[in-house]
């Protein structure tokens, strides 16, 4: 046989073997090439019929195999365990080379294992031992699973160590790649458990077709009062959610997939056994948990109790509709106030026109009487006629006062408002209470003139109704000649305020007197109607207690005002404001 396969070489070749190395793949290519006679093998030809057979077996399996042969450990791999020596660094040294100078690296672990199954020992078995490797120029993490058995020679003793073996490397890999996921995904669980748990929103997953609590976080309890939840159905759980509708929503939504969304949704909650249920407005979502396989497996409830937002917002809506109410009650009253006021006004205006009508014809028979005209009449008759006549125009002063109230309080006035010179109205004014002054001895001063220009004096001019500005002064200065003790003063004059504490465009007028003053606490109330002070005076010396009412009235209807300043026992001013016409031609 040996002569057979040494037939056709040159002499002196030793690469002998070409039929047990015989066939495709890159470690029999090797092999045949290999000069095996420097090896402690020796050349083929000689090599023992075992290792012969196991040689061949090693090369024709596809699975990883690897052989150290005799004393000096020689090697022998396969095609399936070339990849494992890496692109660089070990192979194809590897092949025939002494175990020992090739894996120094990892020979202290490997070392002993072969000793024990070299020296009879059993098999050893390895899975996924870690043994890094020099290989592809570096050291590399390298995971094995293995096993070292015998391989007996052609006498039956041990002669070599088989390494069957897979590397797992890229397992061993994955699964802690795997198992690392596994650790972060766990982390990441924990982290939402706790962001579930404490999340201000309540939230509950209920399971199946009974809806189990399977979780429920600190605000759902809160909500619900800590009862225990988790592992039973909600009819048992929450036995007033069955009447209040909420299982055949929670149905609904598993049956169905569709999602619930309720807003602002009343809920009656026991929270304590004894308690009577509290009510809770919930804005809450169910939404169906789907599996993978897309069945529908139970219900998330999640939402917010917005119970003090509803309470608080209901509030504001009753009172805003208790204070629309309260607007129109109040309206009606103005309305029917007015309504009142106007009737009242009517009915005096009737009143007053009816009561001219005869005054003016007890005047009218007065005076026939008075000259004559129905025979003569003697002085003490003369004298009672001056008394009637003028009690007549006394009266109808009081009359006419109240007249023209009521027409301003229907706002039946009308005024002609024109640029009036108010030294006019004063000088035609003046001789109507000329005769109280004389009577009485009060001097009166009349200072008209723009102040500082004494030489020219042009006039104060203002835009106002020449009579209605007559029956303002006729007022003020006949109340200051009532309410003043003779000898006492009277003084009409007119100041702009130039100093800037009013608009330059208006124009003041005082009336000061020298009289008794009004109390600080009554300075308002003159200006009411039918208000009088000093009573005694106004007995004496008659009046009703409307003129000053009628006087703003009338200061206010042409754009001004009528005010007072009084100190009581030395004196009072009263001051019409009015628009000033600058110039004569000046429009309002
Ligand atoms: P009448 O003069 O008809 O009483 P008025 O409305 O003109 O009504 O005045 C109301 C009241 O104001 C007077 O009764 C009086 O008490 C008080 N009053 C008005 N002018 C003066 C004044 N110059 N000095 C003091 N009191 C005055």
């Known amino acids: 046989m040996k002569a057979r396969e040494a037939e056709g070489r040159p002499p002196g070749d030793t690469r002998v073997g070409d039929g047990i190395f015989a066939g495709p793949g890159e470690m029999r290519a090797l092999c045949r090439a290999f000069d095996w006679s420097t090896t402690a093998l020796g050349p083929v030809d000689a090599w023992p019929l075992s290792l ?149 929103a309540f939230l509950a997953v ?31 759980a929450l036995p007033e959610a069955r009447d209040q509708g909420f299982i055949a929503l929670l149905d609904h939504v598993l049956a169905t997939g569709e999602a619930f969304v309720g807003r602002e949704v009343l809920v009656r909650l026991t929270s304590t056994t004894d308690e009577a249920p509290e009510e809770h407005f919930l804005d809450f979502v169910y939404q169906a948990l789907v599996e993978a396989d897309g069945t529908r497996s139970g219900v998330v409830a999640h939402g917010y109790d917005v119970t003090e937002q509803v309470v608080a917002r209901r509030e504001v809506e009753r009172l805003l509709s208790e204070s629309e109410r309260a607007r129109k009650d109040a309206e009606h009253a103005r309305a029917a106030a007015v309504q009142a006021d106007l009737a009242k006004s009517q009915f005096l205006a009737n009143m007053s026109h009816e009561l001219r009508t005869p005054l003016n014809a007890i005047q009218g028979y007065v005076q026939l009487i008075d000259l004559g005209i129905h025979g003569p009449i003697t002085n003490a008759q003369k004298e009672s006629l001056a008394r009637i006549d003028r009690a007549q125009r006394h009266l109808l002063g009081l009359v006419n006062d109240v007249l023209n109230f009521t027409r301003m309080g229907a706002g039946r006035v009308e005024y002609d408002v024109q640029a009036v010179d108010v ?166």
């Not at 396969?78 to 494992?84: E, G, K, Q, T």
């Not at 003159?526 to 005694?536: H, S």
Request: hydrophobic content about 40%; proline content about 6%; overall charge negative.
């Open 52 to 200: 012969r057979t196991i040689v061949r077996v090693i090369l024709d399996s596809p699975t990883p195999m690897f052989l150290w042969w005799g004393d000096e450990l020689t090697q022998v791999y396969n095609d399936a365990y070339r990849p494992s020596l890496g692109a660089s660094g070990r192979h194809p040294q590897a092949l025939g080379m002494r175990g020992r100078e090739c894996w120094t690296d990892i020979w202290e672990a490997i070392g002993p294992q072969i000793e024990q199954v070299m020296s009879g020992g059993p098999p050893t078995w390895h899975e996924d031992q870690y043994l890094p490797i020099e290989r592809n120029g570096r050291l590399e993490d390298v995971w094995w699973t293995y096993s070292y058995s015998a391989v007996r020679d052609d006498d039956g003793a041990i002669g070599g160590t088989l390494v069957v073996c897979q590397e797992t490397t890229s397992r061993v890999r994955a699964e802690r790649e795997r198992a690392q996921l596994l650790h972060a995904l766990d982390l990441e669980r924990a982290r939402l458990a706790t962001v579930f748990q404490q999340a201000p």
């Open 206 to 236: 209920l399971r199946g077709e009974n809806h189990v609590f399977e979780l429920a976080n600190d605000s759902y309890f809160k909500l619900v009062g800590h009862r225990k939840l988790i592992g039973l159905p909600i009819t048992e």
């Open 423 to 588: 030294a006019d109205v004063v000088t035609d004014v003046l001789p109507l209470v000329e005769p109280q002054l004389a009577q009485k001895q009060i001097g009166v001063e009349v200072r008209l003139s723009t102040p500082g220009a004494a030489d020219v004096e042009p006039p104060v001019r203002v835009w106002a109704d020449y009579e209605k500005l007559g029956q303002i002064f006729l007022n003020l200065l006949s109340n200051a000649v009532k309410f003043t003790p003779s000898g006492g003063r009277v003084v009409v004059s007119f100041t702009t305020r130039a100093d800037g504490s009013a608009p330059p465009d208006v124009a003041y007028f005082q009336v000061a007197d020298t009289g008794i003053g009004i109390p600080r606490d009554r300075l308002d109330a003159i200006f009411e109607p039918f208000v009088q002070v000093q009573t005694e005076y106004a007995r004496t010396s008659g009046g009703t207690g409307l003129g000053l009412a009628i006087s703003r009235d009338l200061a206010r209807g042409m754009g001004g005002d009528l005010r007072v300043r009084s100190v009581e026992g030395q004196g009072s001013t009263f001051t019409v404001a009015l628009p000033r016409a600058l110039r004569p031609g000046d429009k309002r």
